[in-house]
C-alpha cells in the first residue's frame, strides 16, 4: 500500500475540472433544499412570531386567534415538544422559550397552507412581554461582568517579566466587528415523516449528524428514526454549521404534528435578524519589543462577544487565542479568553472561525507600532516570523515554516514589491489629497479540529456491475467544491475516468456520526475515508485481475479505466474486472474511514500539538485612498498561497479568490449596525438587509488580481499531498486593512501611528485621515510654540 500524499502516474487529482455542479449552478437547475419543495404534496409553510425585545420575560401567549386565520393549521408551543425544548447542544437555547433573550428571537411557529397565510397567522397571535433590562455591546458586557463559559488562558513563559524588561514597550485597544454571512440561500429544512414514523429532514445544514442528534432529542426519538439530507447548500460559511438544527426541529415537530410535509425557509431578513454571526471582539494588549524590533512578549484579554447562548463560542474563542501569534515568534505570551453574553444573535463559526479575529490582534498591533518603532511595516512582519525548529505559544512545532518564508520572498518577487514601494511613496509626494498604501500581510493557519474527535470521517463506496461507481461521504457541499474533489480522489484511486464516477448527496442513513465539514478539513477527512474505501475495493479487484492477467496482484495497475499487469502486453478494461469479481463473488462495494494521526490537545491547559499542519500564504495589497471622502479603491492584490499539492486548481483558486474578497468584505465594507439606544427599537438589528448592510461585490475586487499557488508544495501524512483552503484565504485580506492604515498614515508626519477602527468602512478611513491630518497641524504648531505643544502632548 502507498502512503496517503503518493500520487500515481496520470492522477485526476490535480487536474484541472469545473465545479462538479457548475453548469447547473449556472443554468439555474441546480436544487437546494427549499426547491424540493414541489416535491412534497400538501406541504405546510412555517412562519415565525419573532419578539421585538432583546430581552423579555414571556407572560402571556395567545394562538388562538392564530387558527382563526384562513389558511393556518396549527401554531407550534413548547406544548407540541415530545422531547426537549431546546435547539442547540449545551441545552441553552430552548426553541419556544419563555424568557426572551435577543430582539427577533422566535416564540413560536405557525404552520399554514400557504406562506402568505402562516404569514397572517403569526401576525394574529397574541404575546405579552414584560421587558427586562439589556445588554448588547462588548463594553456594556465587561462592565456587567456577564460571561458565558470558559475563560482559558494560552502562555508561554513569563510575558509580565519580559515586558517589564522590554526596552520598547506598547499598549492598546482594539474593537472588531462582526460579521454576517449573507449565504445567498437562506437557512432552509423540509421535514417529512413516513408511514412507519420514520422521520425525514432536508436541511441546509453543514453538520448532518448534528441536526439529526437535535431533532432526534427534541421529538423524543432515536437518532436511527431520523434521517437528515444536506443536498447542496447555496453557500454555508461556518453559519450553517450550528444553527440549522433548532429550525430543522421546528419543520421536523410540525411534520410529526401534523402529519403533513413542513416546510420551513428564512426570508432575507429573518435569517439576518435570528441567526448568528461572526463573533465581535474586544482585545486588550501589552506588547514589548526590543531595540530592532523584535518581539520579547505579549500580553493580551480578547473578549468574544458570544450573543445570547454558547454555540461554538467557546470553540472559537479557543481558534482565537490559538491564532494570535499568526506568523511570528513570541517568546513570552500570555493570552486570556472570556465570552461575553449579550442579548444579541447567538455568534457562531464563521470562516476562520475565531482564527481571523485572534491573527487581526498582532496584526493590529504591528501595523501601530511599526511607524513608533520606525521600522518599515513590512520589515518588521518578516523579521518576526517564525524560524525552523521554533514552537507556536501553545507547543505546537511550527513545521514547514520555510514555506512562509519562501512564499514572501516568492511574493515579493511577482509583485514586485520594493520598486511599487518606491512608485507608492512618488506618487504621495505629488498628491496631496489622495494617497496609496502598499502592504504585505503574511497567513499561518492551523488545519484540524482543535477537538481531537472530530477529526475523523466515513465514506460509502459502491461499484455496480458495468464499472460504474457512486460515492458517498460525510462531507456536505457548500459551493467549496468538496464533492469535485471528492470524485477526483475516487477516480484516482480506482483508476477510473472521472465521468465514471457520480456522488450521491449527504445523508445521515449513509454515513453516520459525521462531523461537521467545517475547519477546512473536509477534503482532508472525507478524502482519507472515500480513498480508503476505493483502495479496500482496488486491492480485491486486483487479486481478481491478477488471476486473469496470470500476474502477481502487487503487479496489477489501475489507470484510465484499464486495468494492466506488469510486463503484460494487453490489459483489461475496469468493467471487465469488475464484472468477473462479481461471478466470483468478490464485494464491490466498502465503507472507509480515516483519522487523522497525530493530534493531541489538552483544552484545559491550552497545551498540545492540536493541528495536522499549517496552511501559509502571503499577500500584497495596494489602495488609493481619497482625503476627502475615506473612500477608497483596490487597485491591485498579489498572493501567493500554499494549498500542497492542489487537487483541484481551479477550485482551490476560487476558494483563495472568494476567501480573500471575503475577508476584505469584513475589515472593510460590512458593518453590523444594533440599535443601542434605550427606545423601544433597543437591540433591534439595523442593518437586516442588503439595501444597509454592504457587501464587497465584483467593483470592490482588486482591479488587478494575481493568484498563485505555492509549488511543489507535496504535505506527508495528508490526502494526495494536498493541503485545506477552504479558510485560510480569508486572511490575506489583511494586507488590504494595513494598506489602507499606510494610505491614511501617508496624511500625517512620517512616524505618524494609524489607530484604524474594523472594520475599516470609509467613514473609519476618513476618521483616520483627520487625525493623520491634525498630526501635521500639531508638529506645524510645535514648530511654531515649542514649549506649549510638549506640554499637550505628554506620554506621545
Ligand atoms: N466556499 C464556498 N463557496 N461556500 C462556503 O460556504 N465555506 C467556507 C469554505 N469555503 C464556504 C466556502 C468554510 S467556513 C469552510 S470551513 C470550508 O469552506 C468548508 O469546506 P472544506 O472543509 O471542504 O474546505
Ligand atoms: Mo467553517 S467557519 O469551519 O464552517
Same mark, same amino acid.
Given at each position: 500500500?502507498?502512503?496517503?500524499?503518493?500520487?500515481?502516474?496520470?492522477?485526476?487529482?490535480?487536474?484541472?475540472?469545473?465545479?462538479?455542479?457548475?453548469?447547473?449552478?449556472?443554468?439555474?437547475?441546480?436544487?437546494?433544499?427549499?426547491?424540493?419543495?414541489?416535491?412534497?404534496?400538501?406541504?405546510?409553510?412555517?412562519?415565525?412570531?419573532?419578539?421585538?425585545?432583546?430581552?423579555?420575560?414571556?407572560?402571556?401567549?395567545?394562538?388562538?386567534?392564530?387558527?382563526?386565520?384562513?389558511?393556518?393549521?396549527?401554531?407550534?408551543?413548547?406544548?407540541?415538544?415530545?422531547?426537549?425544548?431546546?435547539?442547540?447542544?449545551?441545552?441553552?437555547?430552548?426553541?419556544?422559550?419563555?424568557?426572551?433573550?435577543?430582539?427577533?428571537?422566535?416564540?413560536?411557529?405557525?404552520?399554514?397552507?400557504?406562506?402568505?397565510?402562516?404569514?397572517?397567522?403569526?401576525?394574529?397571535?397574541?404575546?405579552?412581554?414584560?421587558?427586562?433590562?439589556?445588554?448588547?455591546?462588548?463594553?456594556?458586557?465587561?462592565?456587567?461582568?456577564?460571561?458565558?463559559?470558559?475563560?482559558?488562558?494560552?502562555?508561554?513563559?513569563?510575558?509580565?517579566?519580559?515586558?517589564?524588561?522590554?526596552?520598547?514597550?506598547?499598549?492598546?485597544?482594539?474593537?472588531?466587528?462582526?460579521?454576517?454571512?449573507?449565504?445567498?440561500?437562506?437557512?432552509?429544512?423540509?421535514?417529512?415523516?413516513?408511514?412507519?414514523?420514520?422521520?425525514?429532514?432536508?436541511?441546509?445544514?453543514?453538520?448532518?449528524?448534528?441536526?439529526?442528534?437535535?431533532?432526534?432529542?427534541?421529538?423524543?426519538?432515536?437518532?436511527?428514526?431520523?434521517?437528515?439530507?444536506?443536498?447542496?447548500?447555496?453557500?454555508?460559511?461556518?453559519?450553517?454549521?450550528?444553527?440549522?438544527?433548532?429550525?430543522?426541529?421546528?419543520?421536523?415537530?410540525?411534520?410529526?404534528?401534523?402529519?403533513?410535509?413542513?416546510?420551513?425557509?428564512?426570508?432575507?431578513?429573518?435569517?439576518?435578524?435570528?441567526?448568528?454571526?461572526?463573533?465581535?471582539?474586544?482585545?486588550?494588549?501589552?506588547?514589548?519589543?526590543?531595540?530592532?524590533?523584535?518581539?520579547?512578549?505579549?500580553?493580551?484579554?480578547?473578549?468574544?462577544?458570544?450573543?445570547?447562548?454558547?454555540?461554538?463560542?467557546?470553540?472559537?474563542?479557543?481558534?482565537?487565542?490559538?491564532?494570535?501569534?499568526?506568523?511570528?515568534?513570541?517568546?513570552?505570551?500570555?493570552?486570556?479568553?472570556?465570552?461575553?453574553?449579550?442579548?444579541?444573535?447567538?455568534?457562531?463559526?464563521?470562516?476562520?472561525?475565531?482564527?481571523?479575529?485572534?491573527?487581526?490582534?498582532?496584526?493590529?498591533?504591528?501595523?501601530?507600532?511599526?511607524?513608533?518603532?520606525?521600522?518599515?511595516?513590512?520589515?518588521?512582519?518578516?523579521?518576526?516570523?517564525?524560524?525552523?525548529?521554533?514552537?507556536?505559544?501553545?507547543?505546537?512545532?511550527?513545521?514547514?515554516?520555510?514555506?512562509?518564508?519562501?512564499?514572501?520572498?516568492?511574493?515579493?518577487?511577482?509583485?514586485?514589491?520594493?520598486?511599487?514601494?518606491?512608485?507608492?511613496?512618488?506618487?504621495?509626494?505629488?498628491?496631496?489629497?489622495?494617497?496609496?498604501?502598499?502592504?504585505?500581510?503574511?497567513?499561518?493557519?492551523?488545519?484540524?479540529?482543535?477537538?481531537?474527535?472530530?477529526?475523523?470521517?466515513?465514506?460509502?463506496?459502491?461499484?455496480?456491475?458495468?464499472?460504474?461507481?457512486?460515492?458517498?461521504?460525510?462531507?456536505?457541499?457548500?459551493?467549496?467544491?468538496?464533492? %469535485?474533489?471528492?470524485?477526483? &480522489? #475516487? !477516480?484516482?484511486? $480506482? *483508476? +477510473?475516468?472521472?465521468?465514471? =464516477? /457520480?456522488?450521491?448527496?449527504?445523508?445521515?442513513?449513509?454515513?453516520?456520526?459525521?462531523?461537521?465539514?467545517?475547519?477546512?478539513?473536509?477534503?482532508?477527512?472525507?478524502?482519507?475515508?472515500?480513498?480508503?474505501?476505493?483502495?479496500?475495493?482496488? %486491492?480485491?479487484?486486483?487479486? &481478481? #485481475? !491478477?488471476?486473469? $492477467? *496470470? +500476474?502477481?496482484?502487487?503487479? =496489477? /495497475?489501475?489507470?484510465?479505466?484499464?486495468?494492466?499487469?506488469?510486463?503484460?502486453?494487453?490489459?483489461?478494461?475496469?468493467?471487465?474486472?469488475?464484472?468477473?469479481?462479481?461471478?466470483?463473488?468478490?464485494?464491490?462495494?466498502?465503507?472507509?474511514?480515516?483519522?487523522?494521526?497525530?493530534?493531541?490537545?489538552?483544552?484545559?491547559?491550552?497545551?498540545?500539538?492540536?493541528?495536522?499542519?499549517?496552511?501559509?500564504?502571503?499577500?500584497?495589497?495596494?489602495?488609493?485612498?481619497?482625503?476627502?471622502?475615506?473612500?477608497?479603491?483596490?487597485?491591485?492584490?498579489?498572493?501567493?498561497?500554499?494549498?500542497?499539492?492542489?487537487?483541484?486548481?481551479?477550485?482551490?483558486?476560487?476558494?483563495?479568490?472568494?476567501?480573500?474578497?471575503?475577508?476584505?468584505?469584513?475589515?472593510?465594507?460590512?458593518?453590523?449596525?444594533?440599535?443601542?439606544?434605550?427606545?423601544?427599537?433597543?437591540?433591534?438589528?439595523?442593518?437586516?438587509?442588503?439595501?444597509?448592510?454592504?457587501?464587497?461585490?465584483?467593483?470592490?475586487?482588486?482591479?488587478?488580481?494575481?493568484?498563485?499557488?505555492?509549488?511543489?508544495?507535496?504535505?506527508?501524512?495528508?490526502?494526495?499531498?494536498?493541503?485545506?483552503?477552504?479558510?485560510?484565504?480569508?486572511?490575506?485580506?489583511?494586507?488590504?486593512?494595513?494598506?489602507?492604515?499606510?494610505?491614511?498614515?501617508?496624511?500625517?508626519?512620517?512616524?505618524?501611528?494609524?489607530?484604524?477602527?474594523?472594520?475599516?468602512?470609509?467613514?473609519?478611513?476618513?476618521?483616520?485621515?483627520?487625525?493623520?491630518?491634525?498630526?501635521?497641524?500639531?508638529?506645524?504648531?510645535?514648530?511654531?510654540?515649542?514649549?506649549?505643544?510638549?506640554?499637550?502632548?505628554?506620554?506621545?
Amino acid at each position: 500500500m502507498t502512503s496517503l500524499a503518493d500520487r500515481p502516474p496520470n492522477a485526476v487529482v490535480g487536474r484541472t475540472v469545473s465545479h462538479e455542479s457548475a453548469d447547473l449552478h449556472v443554468t439555474g437547475a441546480a436544487l437546494y433544499t427549499d426547491d424540493l419543495l414541489a416535491r412534497a404534496p400538501g406541504v405546510l409553510h412555517a412562519w415565525p412570531v419573532q419578539a421585538p425585545h432583546a430581552h423579555a420575560r414571556l407572560t402571556a401567549l395567545r394562538t388562538a386567534p392564530a387558527l382563526g386565520v384562513d389558511g393556518v393549521v396549527t401554531v407550534l408551543t413548547a406544548a407540541d415538544v415530545r422531547g426537549v425544548n431546546d435547539g442547540g447542544i449545551h441545552h441553552d437555547e430552548p426553541l419556544f422559550p419563555d424568557e426572551v433573550c435577543y430582539a427577533g428571537q422566535a416564540v413560536c411557529w405557525v404552520l399554514g397552507e400557504s406562506l402568505e397565510a402562516a404569514r397572517k397567522g403569526s401576525d394574529a397571535v397574541e404575546v405579552e412581554y414584560e421587558p427586562l433590562p439589556s445588554i448588547l455591546t462588548l463594553r456594556e458586557a465587561i462592565d456587567a461582568g456577564s460571561f458565558q463559559g470558559q475563560q482559558p488562558t494560552v502562555s508561554r513563559g513569563d510575558a509580565a517579566a519580559a515586558l517589564e524588561r522590554a526596552p520598547r514597550r506598547f499598549t492598546g485597544e482594539l474593537e472588531i466587528g462582526g460579521q454576517e454571512h449573507f449565504y445567498l440561500e437562506t437557512h432552509a429544512a423540509l421535514a417529512q415523516v413516513d408511514e412507519a414514523g420514520q422521520v425525514f429532514v432536508q436541511s441546509s445544514t453543514q453538520h448532518p449528524s448534528e441536526t439529526q442528534e437535535i431533532v432526534a432529542h427534541v421529538l423524543g426519538l432515536s437518532s436511527s428514526e431520523v434521517t437528515v439530507q444536506s443536498l447542496r447548500m447555496g453557500g454555508a460559511f461556518g453559519g450553517k454549521e450550528m444553527q440549522p438544527h433548532g429550525l430543522a426541529a421546528v419543520a421536523a415537530l410540525g411534520a410529526v404534528t401534523t402529519g403533513r410535509p413542513v416546510r420551513l425557509r428564512l426570508t432575507r431578513t429573518q435569517d439576518m435578524t435570528m441567526t448568528g454571526k461572526r463573533h465581535p471582539f474586544h482585545a486588550t494588549w501589552d506588547v514589548g519589543f526590543d531595540d530592532e524590533g523584535r518581539l520579547l512578549a505579549l500580553r493580551a484579554t480578547l473578549t468574544a462577544d458570544g450573543g445570547w447562548s454558547l454555540d461554538l463560542s467557546q470553540p472559537v474563542l479557543g481558534r482565537a487565542l490559538c491564532h494570535v501569534d499568526n506568523a511570528y515568534f513570541i517568546p513570552d505570551v500570555e493570552v486570556h479568553g472570556r465570552i461575553a453574553k449579550t442579548n444579541k444573535t447567538s455568534q457562531t463559526a464563521f470562516r476562520g472561525f475565531g482564527g481571523p479575529q485572534g491573527m487581526l490582534v498582532i496584526e493590529d498591533i504591528l501595523g501601530r507600532c511599526a511607524p513608533a518603532l520606525g521600522i518599515d511595516p513590512a520589515a518588521l512582519r518578516r523579521q518576526n516570523f517564525y524560524l525552523p525548529g521554533q514552537s507556536t505559544p501553545y507547543a505546537q512545532p511550527v513545521r514547514h515554516v520555510e514555506r512562509l518564508h519562501e512564499i514572501w520572498q516568492q511574493l515579493a518577487d511577482r509583485a514586485d514589491v520594493a520598486r511599487r514601494q518606491a512608485a507608492v511613496e512618488a506618487f504621495n509626494a505629488g498628491h496631496e489629497h489622495v494617497k496609496r498604501g502598499l502592504a504585505v500581510t503574511p497567513v499561518k493557519f492551523g488545519i484540524s479540529f482543535n477537538l481531537t474527535a472530530f477529526n475523523q470521517a466515513g465514506a460509502l463506496v459502491h461499484v455496480y456491475k458495468d464499472g460504474s461507481v457512486l460515492i458517498n461521504h460525510g462531507g456536505t457541499e457548500m459551493g467549496q467544491g468538496l464533492h %469535485t474533489k471528492m470524485r477526483q &480522489v #475516487a !477516480a484516482t484511486a $480506482l *483508476g +477510473v475516468p472521472l465521468e465514471t =464516477v /457520480r456522488l450521491a448527496p449527504t445523508r445521515t442513513d449513509k454515513v453516520p456520526n459525521t462531523s461537521a465539514t467545517a475547519a477546512s478539513s473536509g477534503a482532508d477527512l472525507n478524502g482519507g475515508a472515500v480513498k480508503n474505501a476505493c483502495e479496500q475495493i482496488r %486491492t480485491r479487484l486486483a487479486e &481478481v #485481475a !491478477a488471476r486473469r $492477467l *496470470g +500476474v502477481h496482484p502487487g503487479d =496489477v /495497475r489501475f489507470g484510465d479505466g484499464t486495468v494492466t499487469g506488469l510486463g503484460t502486453e494487453t490489459g483489461l478494461s475496469f468493467a471487465e474486472v469488475v464484472g468477473t469479481a462479481y461471478t466470483d463473488r468478490v464485494p464491490l462495494f466498502a465503507a472507509g474511514y480515516y483519522r487523522t494521526e497525530g493530534l493531541h490537545w489538552d483544552s484545559t491547559r491550552m497545551q498540545g500539538e492540536p493541528f495536522k499542519y499549517f496552511a501559509y500564504g502571503a499577500a500584497a495589497t495596494e489602495v488609493e485612498v481619497d482625503g476627502f471622502t475615506g473612500a477608497y479603491r483596490f487597485l491591485r492584490t498579489d498572493i501567493v498561497h500554499d494549498v500542497g499539492d492542489s487537487l483541484s486548481p481551479l477550485v482551490d483558486r476560487g476558494q483563495i479568490e472568494g476567501g480573500f474578497v471575503q475577508g476584505a468584505g469584513w475589515l472593510t465594507l460590512e458593518e453590523l449596525r444594533w440599535d443601542l439606544s434605550d427606545g423601544p427599537g433597543r437591540g433591534r438589528l439595523a442593518t437586516q438587509a442588503a439595501s444597509t448592510y454592504k457587501l464587497p461585490s465584483f467593483s470592490e475586487m482588486p482591479e488587478e488580481l494575481n493568484v498563485h499557488l505555492y509549488e511543489r508544495a507535496t504535505e506527508p501524512g495528508v490526502v494526495y499531498g494536498s493541503k485545506a483552503v477552504g479558510e485560510p484565504p480569508l486572511m490575506l485580506a489583511f494586507s488590504v486593512r494595513e494598506a489602507l492604515r499606510q494610505a491614511a498614515s501617508a496624511f500625517g508626519p512620517p512616524g505618524h501611528v494609524v489607530q484604524l477602527a474594523s472594520p475599516a468602512t470609509p467613514e473609519a478611513v476618513y476618521w483616520a485621515i483627520e487625525d493623520a491630518r491634525a498630526a501635521v497641524q500639531d508638529q506645524d504648531r510645535a514648530r511654531s510654540a515649542p514649549a506649549r505643544a510638549v506640554a499637550g502632548t505628554s506620554g506621545g
